[in-house]
């Protein structure tokens, strides 16, 4: 059991440093759209070698003839570190869109712990232990920090929605919505929360878009 604690450890750091040198890559050269582009090029590729390809994203870059082709095939638009970039994110999370996913869940855990407490992440306590249905005119305004079943650090509205985003909907082979996450979340939003017990910042259960 020890061992394979060990393993999965080692792989989840590999994984991490990976997604780190990506994020510096973007920062460095201001490609923020380092992912959208790669994927673009490989679908253009796989509908150039195997045209009528399915609509849907996940099954057109997952299907069993893209496997001789994901990695393999150059992308001739594109300067050569893509495909070597490419290659490796198929090593280590199966495919690109598996990885751009899992980027940009890093990037928004980024983004939580480069952001001070401020006064104006005040504390919420409350004794009420029901759950409280609430309409957000302007998510990307509300200062107020939760907490999520997808991480334990607290975070403003706008990224704990970025994170249920990504982890319920895009992980759920929805990848189409990778083009948009990479935008800020803004917009109002009807959240439902709660409170644990003597948990200092409320609990966001659920989110929908007006």
């Not at 609509?55 to 990695?71: A, K, P, R, V």
């Not at 594109?78 to 490796?88: D, G, H, P, R, V």
């Not at 609430?134 to 990224?159: G, K």
Request: aromatic share 12%; glycine share 2%; net charge negative.
């Amino acid at each position: 059991m020890s061992s394979v604690t060990s393993t999965c450890t080692h792989q989840s750091t590999i994984q991490h440093n990976f997604l780190q040198f990506i994020d510096e890559h973007i920062h460095l050269h201001d490609d923020t759209d380092f992912f959208s582009t790669l994927v673009n090029a490989r679908i253009e590729t796989i509908n150039h070698l195997m045209p009528y390809q399915t609509d849907n994203l996940y099954q057109c870059i997952t299907s069993d003839y893209t496997q001789s082709i994901n990695g393999i095939v150059p992308l001739d638009s594109l300067a050569s570190y893509y495909i070597e970039i490419e290659k490796q994110a198929i090593a280590l999370f199966g495919n690109i869109l598996c990885c751009w996913a899992e980027y940009e869940y890093y990037r928004v855990i980024q983004r939580v712990i480069r952001q001070p407490l401020t006064k104006n992440n005040r504390l919420q306590r409350f004794d009420n232990k029901e759950d409280i249905t609430e309409v957000v005119d302007q998510v990307e305004n509300d200062t107020r920090l939760f907490i999520t079943p997808y991480c334990e650090l607290p975070m403003t509205l706008s990224n704990a929605i970025a994170l249920k985003t990504i982890d319920s909907i895009v992980k759920k082979n929805c990848y189409e919505l990778l083009y948009f996450i990479m935008l800020p979340i803004h917009g109002e939003y009807v959240i439902q929360y709660h409170y644990k017990n003597t948990d200092l910042f409320p609990t966001l259960i659920t989110t929908s878009q007006f």
